[in-house]
């Protein structure tokens, strides 16, 4: 956000207000105090729309051509992309096979990498705080106190999912994190951050979808009918246009945490 102030004589202080109150995503006030007969403020509520989609770099498919990977950080990115009605060209990439223009621009060759002022950047976390603060309309900020709420599901997921001991914890652990969040949820609900969704609704969402179907798949497992809320929010989540666009074919999520299971 930019905010802009201009002192200008009372003659000129009409004709510069009309001239920026037609400047696409600027809201104008004007402020009067003791030594200046008028102040223009002009705060900037975002960027311009792009002119071209963005173009992202995301995990192929393992099972079917030209269709979207496993990757649950590459989802968030989607996900904020399709929150914020911002257009983008994904291009798929192979990992297990990854093609040299890919390296050439992102050496470790990791996904998602997008291309944001003609410079490719990478990490979800990055990713999305900048297409944020770019982008601020609608807003999708949780608020920090509330932004870690359900993080530590996804590493219990993987360490139960891994597990090859019944009796090591692991699965104690997961359903305490599931049970701390379904509380959160019937106190703070439906989503994060009340009634509306936003940014660590589109980072878990995507972990929770991996955790319903590689736990069904490879333990035969389910979240228990009685964390209702959080049934509730992930029912919620998994069905909303955004989400359905951008998830992974369920064979795709399976292929992919196979290694994780069988190594």
Same mark, same amino acid.
């Given at each position: 956000?930019?905010?802009?102030?201009?002192?200008?004589?009372?003659?000129?202080?009409y004709s510069t207000f009309n001239h920026l109150l037609h400047r696409?995503?600027?809201?104008?006030?004007?402020?009067?105090?003791?030594?200046?007969?008028?102040?223009?403020?002009?705060?900037?509520?975002?960027?311009?729309?792009?002119?071209?989609?963005?173009?992202?770099?995301?995990?192929?498919?393992?099972?079917?051509?030209?269709?979207?990977?496993?990757?649950?950080?590459?989802? /968030?990115?989607?996900?904020?992309?399709?929150?914020?009605?911002?257009?983008?060209?994904?291009?798929f990439v192979d990992l297990t096979n990854k093609p040299e223009w890919?390296?050439?621009?992102?050496?470790?060759?990791?996904?998602?990498?997008?291309?944001?002022?003609?410079?490719?950047?990478?990490?979800?976390?990055?990713?999305?705080?900048?297409?944020?603060?770019?982008?601020?309309?609608?807003?999708?900020?949780?608020?920090?106190?509330?932004?870690?709420?359900?993080?530590?599901?996804?590493?219990?997921?993987?360490?139960?999912?891994?597990?090859?001991?019944?009796?090591?914890?692991?699965?104690?652990?997961?359903?305490?994190?599931?049970?701390?969040?379904?509380?959160?949820?019937?106190?703070?609900?439906?989503?994060?951050?009340?009634?509306?969704?936003?940014?660590?609704?589109?980072?878990?969402?995507?972990?929770?979808?991996?955790?319903?179907?590689?736990?069904?798949?490879y333990k035969k497992w389910q979240v228990p009918g009685s964390l209702?809320?959080?049934?509730?929010?992930?029912?919620?989540?998994?069905?909303?246009?955004?989400?359905?666009?951008? /998830?992974?074919?369920?064979?795709?999520?399976?292929?992919?945490? /196979?290694?994780?299971?069988?190594?």
């Amino acid at each position: 956000m930019s905010t802009v102030r201009i002192q200008a004589p009372a003659c000129a202080l009409y004709s510069t207000f009309n001239h920026l109150l037609h400047r696409p995503n600027s809201v104008v006030s004007v402020t009067r105090n003791a030594k200046n007969s008028g102040a223009l403020r002009v705060v900037s509520m975002s960027s311009s729309p792009p002119s071209a989609p963005f173009e992202i770099c995301v995990k192929a498919s393992v099972t079917t051509p030209n269709k979207l990977g496993d990757c649950p950080f590459c989802q /968030r990115v989607l996900l904020t992309l399709e929150e914020k009605h911002l257009p983008y060209d994904p291009k798929f990439v192979d990992l297990t096979n990854k093609p040299e223009w890919f390296l050439n621009i992102n050496a470790e060759g990791k996904v998602p990498v997008i291309k944001l002022d003609e410079k490719w950047v990478s990490d979800s976390d990055i990713i999305t705080q900048i297409l944020e603060e770019k982008y601020p309309s609608p807003p999708l900020v949780t608020p920090p106190e509330k932004a870690t709420a359900g993080s530590k599901i996804f590493s219990t997921f993987i360490g139960f999912l891994k597990s090859k001991d019944p009796n090591d914890g692991t699965e104690q652990a997961l359903l305490s994190e599931l049970s701390s969040f379904n509380d959160y949820l019937k106190e703070n609900g439906p989503f994060v951050n009340g009634k509306d969704i936003s940014a660590a609704d589109l980072s878990l969402g995507p972990k929770l979808y991996h955790l319903e179907i590689a736990l069904g798949h490879y333990k035969k497992w389910q979240v228990p009918g009685s964390l209702q809320y959080l049934k509730s929010y992930m029912k919620d989540i998994f069905s909303r246009e955004s989400f359905i666009k951008t /998830r992974a074919q369920p064979q795709d999520v399976i292929e992919g945490w /196979r290694p994780k299971v069988e190594g």
